[in-house]
């Protein structure tokens, strides 16, 4: 079946589309199927898949090409990341396309005459990592996909072939960048007029990056990590002191991996395993707060803030302490970590009327009484997807490869900085997270799906680096404790901790001052931020077999549309 590279407008009519500017906290509600994105031309992209009978999976991997037309800033496929399938009728799966440390990686390879440097950590070709997306989507469509593969690439080919509209969003975002491009001359001919930002309203295309598509359509992975793109993608390497070589790429390895399971108030809980974080921080914190009444505590209340913080602070201690590459680091205690009887024993550590402290060299707590992109896809069947990649910060590295037209990840800056750096600024310096050959490093990302009964209840992720775990968790938290529609909790006030630096990051317009005064009280450091994640989430509406989609209103351009 061959797919139009763009909806036309005798398709709207099939199409729930969300209001252009909805006031309440109001979901898209629809019953065949529905993608939710931070891009509604992409979102739109996988519902056309779905109306020509594509499902799930094909749905999600048409709508990841089509975010790396459209969403530049994280939507890619010179990043990684993770897909968690689950299936109506089969096992789920998670796919760990994680970006990989080239060959001569090391873990003082950030350090520079012995001290550490940021720039070479996070803003160089030293912070490229063998990218994981391609082979990623294309072995989760060999494995589900029914549709052809070159139908899924044809939309996204077009679209940056022939162009697209850019956004007041897109506009002001690429404005943002543009300074931070100028080291890059392929960067800066792709995204602006002869240096001069785009427009609301501009046409952006990119014919570089269509060929390089075309390639990926005719030969699949192996017209990313061979031939020309492959080629054009070392000689950036060897110009500017990059480290990926052709062997790098041939030698990219993807897992499929089984799902990390835990339950919650009755409801199971699937989410991804190491190398990500995220999902080990999602249950452990899960399972501690299962032993409070959150609900009894009231939404937002200084009491529910100190609560989830003291969770989140033990978990990203854990995680700075435990966790890893599973290929190199062996003795991770997922399991311990994971499971109930540790959270018991955690949470015997929290004081209701003071908070904990965070210290570098400390991860046992004494008895007292930037930029990713997520997608969610639901179709007809019930099959969902939940996928999260990234190029890690916006536009990752900043650099397109020349001839090629895709930006590069700067995914390296996943990897600790060097060994014994942690500090109480944040910079951590523990083992199982440092630098080396052929290792991946270390995410946040969470996509997550969630059941009861058997029965699909609610997918959902978000990008935001460390801030991931927490948003998700209290995302569910919004849903299965507080009883919000999936839009209510999506539009929720949010925060996070990460055990270092100490202090809780508040949404700035998020918390009133008396809840404020009572976590200053009880001993917390507050920190203000504008805005914590873009959480792309669908829920089912059990009763009446309706989907209804949540897209985060934090960022400009994304939707939920369903058929």
């Known amino acids: 079946m061959r797919l139009r590279p763009l909806l036309l407008p005798a398709l709207l009519?099939?199409?729930?589309?969300?209001?252009?500017?909805?006031?309440?906290?109001?979901?898209?509600?629809?019953?065949?199927?529905?993608?939710?994105?931070?891009?509604?031309?992409?979102?739109?992209?996988?519902?056309?898949?779905?109306v020509a009978g594509g499902n799930a999976v094909d749905a999600a991997v048409a709508t990841a090409f089509a975010l790396a037309v459209v969403h530049p800033a994280a939507g890619n496929i010179g990043g990684g990341g993770f897909l968690l399938v689950r299936p109506a009728a089969a096992k789920a799966a998670v796919y760990d396309f994680r970006e990989?440390?080239?060959?001569?990686?090391?873990?003082?390879?950030?350090?520079?005459?012995?001290?550490?440097?940021?720039?070479?950590?996070?803003?160089?070709?030293?912070?490229v990592g063998v990218p994981g997306t391609v082979a990623g989507l294309q072995m989760a469509w060999l494995d589900y996909g029914r549709l052809h593969w070159k139908d899924l690439l044809r939309p996204a080919i077009g679209l940056a072939r022939d162009g697209f509209v850019v956004s007041d969003g897109l506009a002001r975002s690429l404005r943002e960048v543009l300074p931070r491009m100028k080291r890059y001359p392929a960067s800066l001919a792709q995204f602006s007029r002869e240096g001069a930002p785009y427009e609301a309203g501009d046409i952006l295309k990119q014919p570089d990056l269509a060929r390089t598509l075309e390639r990926i359509a005719d030969k699949g992975a192996k017209g990313f990590y061979a031939g020309e793109t492959?080629?054009?993608?070392?000689?950036?390497?060897?110009?500017?002191?990059?480290?990926?070589?052709?062997?790098?790429?041939?030698?990219?390895?993807?897992?499929?991996?089984?799902?990390?399971?835990?339950?919650?108030?009755?409801?199971?809980?699937?989410?991804?395993?190491?190398?990500?974080?995220?999902?080990?921080?999602?249950?452990?914190?899960?399972?501690?707060?299962?032993?409070?009444?959150?609900?009894?505590?009231?939404?937002?209340?200084s009491s529910y803030v100190h609560h989830v913080t003291e969770a989140l602070r033990r978990a990203f201690a854990d995680r700075a302490r435990y966790l890893g590459d599973p290929e190199q680091v062996s003795d991770m205690p997922v399991d311990r970590l994971v499971s109930k009887p540790y959270a018991d024993q955690l949470r015997r550590t929290i004081r209701e009327d003071r908070a904990s402290v965070s210290a570098p060299a400390v991860f046992e707590w004494p008895a007292e009484s930037d930029e990713t992109t997520h997608l969610s896809v639901v179709d007809r069947e019930r099959n969902a997807a939940a996928l999260t990649y990234t190029l890690e910060d916006g536009y990752g590295s900043k650099i397109v490869v020349p001839g090629a037209g895709f930006l590069l990840n700067n995914e390296m800056g996943d990897f600790n900085a060097g060994p014994g750096l942690t500090d109480e600024s944040g910079l951590i310096g523990t083992a199982p997270n440092l630098a080396a050959p052929h290792k991946r490093m270390l995410s946040s990302m969470t996509p997550t799906i969630i059941s009861k009964d058997g029965r699909l209840a609610l997918v959902e992720g978000s990008p935001g680096g460390r801030s991931i775990p927490s948003t998700v968790l209290e995302t569910t938290l919004d849903l299965v404790d507080f009883g919000m529609n999936v839009q209510e909790a999506v539009d929720q006030p949010r925060f996070f901790h990460q055990w270092l630096p100490d202090e809780i990051h508040l949404e700035r317009l998020g918390f009133p001052a008396d809840t404020r005064q009572a976590l200053l009280a009880r001993g917390h450091r507050l920190s203000e931020i504008e805005r914590q994640g873009v959480v792309e989430a669908i829920a089912l509406d059990a009763k009446e077999d309706l989907l209804e989609g949540g897209s985060d209103r934090r960022a400009p351009d994304g939707a939920a549309v369903g058929h």
Request: aromatic share 6%; net charge neutral.
């Open 13 to 50: 009519g099939a199409l729930a589309l969300p209001a252009a500017a909805p006031a309440a906290s109001v979901p898209v509600r629809t019953r065949l199927g529905m993608v939710a994105s931070q891009n509604a031309i992409a979102s739109q992209v996988g519902v056309e898949v779905l």
């Open 100 to 127: 990989m440390a080239p060959a001569t990686a090391s873990p003082r390879m950030f350090l520079v005459n012995g001290a550490y440097s940021e720039p070479r950590h996070h803003d160089s070709h030293l912070a």
């Open 230 to 301: 492959a080629e054009l993608m070392v000689r950036e390497m060897q110009a500017h002191g990059g480290l990926i070589t052709l062997d790098d790429l041939r030698g990219y390895q993807i897992y499929r991996r089984p799902p990390l399971r835990g339950r919650y108030r009755g409801f199971e809980v699937l989410t991804v395993p190491p190398p990500s974080s995220g999902g080990v921080v999602l249950l452990e914190c899960l399972n501690l707060l299962e032993g409070y009444d959150l609900a009894g505590m009231g939404v937002g209340s």
